[in-house]
């Protein structure tokens, strides 16, 4: 009978087999521990945020973040073009901010004209950099648009973190801060 491996290299070839397992063994963990960690950390950073939109004939909703963690809740009026904020309170648990504008001239939108308003209304996120101060905008914008006419507007409110913190309502009117016209031929009556 031929023998293979003597006493002395079967010892050998196991310690190096043994070795050479516990460093794959290692680095199999290690791998696994640093992707699913990484991972934890994307799936961080990819959180839902998620805002609502919907709308009727005559009245549009949505929401958008407006600051600390905070949604507020838009409304407008397609008969009057009275747009809302309404904002809870995280401390009061009721409602902390309420600001009104109107939209109608902003939009070019005629009083009284024949063919009546189609509005289109959603938020976008947004991170103001803005000097020092406690009153800052909203973190998001507030966009809406005449489907008639093509003309769009945007709009921020002004937010007073240290007033929604002691539990104070605040409020006032909404600041346009961009328009345009998404369409550029003109539709006919």
Excluded at 18 to 28: I, P
Aim: net charge positive.
């Amino acid at each position: 009978m031929v023998r293979w491996f003597s006493k002395r290299s079967r010892r050998a070839f196991g310690a190096g087999l043994s070795a050479g397992l516990l460093v794959a063994a290692g680095v199999l963990v290690g791998g696994w521990s640093q992707h699913h960690g990484a991972a934890d950390a994307s799936l961080e950073a990819l959180k839902l945020k998620a805002v609502a939109t919907h709308s009727g004939e005559t009245f549009a909703m949505c929401t958008g973040p407006i600051a600390d963690g905070m949604e507020g809740v838009f409304f407008l009026d397609f008969l009057t073009g009275d747009l809302q904020c309404l904002v809870p309170n995280s401390r009061t648990g009721r409602v902390g901010g309420a600001y009104k504008y109107n939209v109608m001239a902003d939009l070019g939108v005629e009083a009284g004209a024949t063919k009546k308003p189609s509005f289109l209304m959603v938020t976008g996120v947004a991170s103001f950099r803005t000097g020092g101060g406690d009153v800052r905008p909203a973190d998001s914008i507030l966009y809406v648009a005449d489907a008639n006419s093509g003309n769009w507007v945007s709009y921020s409110l002004p937010w007073s973190r240290t007033t929604a913190a002691t539990g104070q309502p605040q409020g006032g009117t909404l600041v346009k801060i961009g328009f345009g016209k998404a369409r550029d031929l003109e539709l006919r009556n």
